[in-house]
């Protein structure tokens, strides 16, 4: 079992690998819609510090959802996701793999890159760390999400914007404890509470989703 | 019965435009979405009945 | 015995008609829930002595709040049975019960702004019901977006399907995420979640209406229902003596 998980995941970080300029797409995407806000709403300083935690986790969601298209379109075109489907192998697991390895390549470098911008909006020290941290807590869930939506879509037209659209409001609960994590711990009241409803929406997220997105792409596929 | 005069009935009290607005939105919506359905009914029937029409008719020639 | 005949008017052929002659019958119920709801509603229910008498406005959008969340259950209820037993009916009316309760929600929205204006002073509110409300018909809007993107209706059926099913699971987690935010953020200042005590004449009013908004979306839902019937069996025997007989 563990196999098959771990296989697909190399597997598909050896592809990513291939094609650097997407990844490095997708964080610079985050750095643009981050920067614009200031641009935006004007340069104070307490202003920013408000906004900082709901702009970096809108941003961080926008850039995990950017690649979700793709999560699947490349093996479907080339046939492998139709094999991996016969295979006897759970599709489940197929897709339980290729969501970890989607967080690696979006959800893993946002996180680290977050409190870099997170300097821009002149966030203190502590709540710079909650924010790497619940991004990297929250993306699971929404790669997990995200696939089933990428398997709805799978080869339809104009698959992207009906992706945001069911994906979105999927979305709501991680951006309220993510964003509200880092808030709670600007205001002072520790972001304990967010993060472990935070942690398990990712359980719940990553457990559930991949055999919701595996049905979906048996539908698909048929 | 709260109302004097049909004006004040309309008034409600100073809220007309805000009961009126719901209850007249409410009612447009209503009336339309029925409405809608019938339209796509014919048109369906329409269309189903004349399709149903040619195949007849090729398979007569 | 009852399940020969469940299974007997899951099938199109059979419900057609069936709904055909239901849907009068729910018009009718409807017709008389309506005039006795709007009755209570306008000359009998008192004036609000907070409220006066902008309060009215609850008669619909209790009922339309109400209508749009019960909708997305019995819409995945429906989409659950036709994974489970693949049964073309179910999915046909999922599809058929969607745009009405997007409709439901849209009310629940749009009388809500209407109450909020002159009570609290806003026209929205980032209140958790309003909010949730407002997620609730994205979440159709994602459903009937999805289903007409496929141009295959046994794969819409299914994508719809899973679609719902996800949603209601997320409902509550959403509508608890939202509460959380919105006392996080707003605390006391605005305290709308507590309806005044309301006098039980203005519940029996606000059931009434709930009644009759039950009695349209089921008439509405069967008249679309049938529709989509027509579409999908075009190439039945059934439906061409059908309309054979209805061109005579």
Known sequence: MLQIVSYTIARDLRLALRRPADLVSVLFFFIIVASLFPLGVGPEADLLRQLAPGVLWVGALLATMLSLPRLFADDHRDGTLEQLALSPNPLGLMVLGKVIAHWLVSGLPLALLAPVLGLQFDLPADALWVLTFSILLGTPALSGIGAIGAGLTLGLRGGGVLLSLLVLPLYIPVLIFGAGAVDATVSGLGPGAHLSLLAALTIGGVAFAPWAAAAALKIALE | MYWNSFSDFLAMGGYGFYVWGSFGVTALVMVLEPLLITRRRRATESRLTRQIRAEARQEHA | MSMINWFKFSAPS??????????????????????????????????????????????IHVGASWMSMFTYLVMAFWAGMGLAFNTRLSGMMASALAPTGALFAFISLWTGALWGKPMWGAWWVWDARLTSELILLFLYIGFIALTHAIDDTRRADKAGAILALVGVVNVPIIYFSVKWWNTLHQGASVSLTKAPAMASIMLWGMLLCALAMWMYSLAVALMRVRVII???????????????KRSQ
């Open chain 3, 230 to 244: 027509l579409e999908r069996e075009r190439h039945t025997d059934w439906v061409k003596e059908l309309l054979a």
């Open chain 3, 14 to 59: 059979t419900f057609y008609p069936l709904a055909g002659r239901l849907i009068p019958v729910f018009w009718a119920l409807f017709a008389i829930l309506a005039l006795a709801g709007l009755w209570v509603g306008f000359f009998v229910a008192p004036t609000d002595f907070q409220q006066g008498e902008g309060y009215r406005i609850i008669f």
